[in-house]
């Protein structure tokens, strides 16, 4: 078995079918699909069940979060590399056995994300070169291998044994911040992160958080922001970044607050202004603990 694809599905009926059909069309590679669906409300796992009998399904009774669910089948995953996929997403023709090829002929990268694009064919940003907060950290990271710090999470191709190694997903992750935990980990095993440009994969985006409040959805992207410093940054240097998060917060919800009378598109300013109270709650918070 060449390749085991995982794909975490929470009340995306309306997007899975899309995304599984792409799987199955995508590519004549030695392949197994498996479905872990977080206690949708919305049909999802009947739908799949009905529509894709040959997908392997687990249906969870509750929502177990995006690393858990994932470690829930890497046990049963017989392929030698394993691709992380988002239900939200849609397989361009040719991007498995392209991943494939990369991979087999780059021993030493670990893992690599393919090209995201947009539904209107943009880039969909989704290569970094620097960790959250990695700028107030000296040269803590110094060691690290390969010029790519991490690649987001909703496709990415990874080593079997090298995820067997590395121990999975930090569970500590829920929803946010385990695709960075997992290429720095990767990367301190002594591999490099790879960006596979000629994989195309086609991404909306935030999909599964449609109904979340924003708010809620900050609070969410701070907590495993705060996780990551916390787990492998020096403690000194977390306290530069929450420094440097409060400043910047508590600036930007002065200034928000001073020109947002005077705004056309007020709504955006408002959601910038919930992001920044979030923060500064939280790094305040973080601080106090």
């Known amino acids: 078995m ?13 997007l899975i079918g899309t995304c599984l059909a792409s799987v199955h069309a995508a590519d004549d590679v030695n392949k197994e699909v498996f479905v872990v669906d977080n206690a949708s409300a919305d049909g999802s796992a009947a739908f799949i069940r009905k529509n894709f009998p040959s997908v392997c399904l687990v249906a969870n009774t509750e ?26 997403t849609e397989v361009v023709s040719g991007a498995f056995g392209k991943a494939l090829s990369y991979m087999d002929s780059m021993p030493h990268v670990g893992l690599a994300g393919t090209k ?35 690649v987001q999470g909703s496709s990415m191709i990874v080593r079997s044994d090298v995820m067997k190694t590395v121990g999975g997903f930090d569970e500590d992750f829920f929803l946010y ?3 960075q935990d997992i290429c ?12 596979i440009e000629s994989a195309v994969v086609v991404h909306l985006g935030g999909q599964s958080e449609r109904q979340t409040p924003l708010s809620e ?12 410093y916390r787990k492998h940054y020096l403690p000194e240097s977390v306290a530069r970044i929450r420094r440097a998060n409060l400043l910047q917060a508590c600036w930007r ?37």
């Open 184 to 195: 720095l980990r990767i990367r301190k095993l002594g591999f490099e992160i790879g960006y």
């Open 116 to 150: 995201l694009i947009n539904p209107d064919d943009t880039l969909h940003e989704s290569v970094s070169y620097r960790y959250p907060g990695q700028k107030y950290t000296g040269r803590e990271l110094s060691a690290l291998k390969g010029p790519i710090a991490c």
């Open 2 to 14: 060449d390749l085991s694809i995982i794909i975490v599905s929470y009340n995306t009926s309306d």
């Open 177 to 179: 911040g385990e695709d």
């Open 217 to 228: 959805l900050w609070q969410k992207k701070t907590t495993a922001e705060l996780l990551f």
């Open 63 to 88: 929502n177990r979060g995006f690393a858990a669910a994932n470690n829930q089948i890497l046990p049963q995953c017989r392929g030698r590399y394993v691709f992380f996929l988002n239900p939200d």
């Open 253 to 289: 919800i002065a200034t928000l607050n001073l020109t947002i009378p005077f705004l056309k598109d007020k709504a955006k300013a408002e959601a910038k202004l919930i992001k920044y109270r979030v923060t500064r709650k939280a790094m305040r918070c973080s601080d106090e603990g």
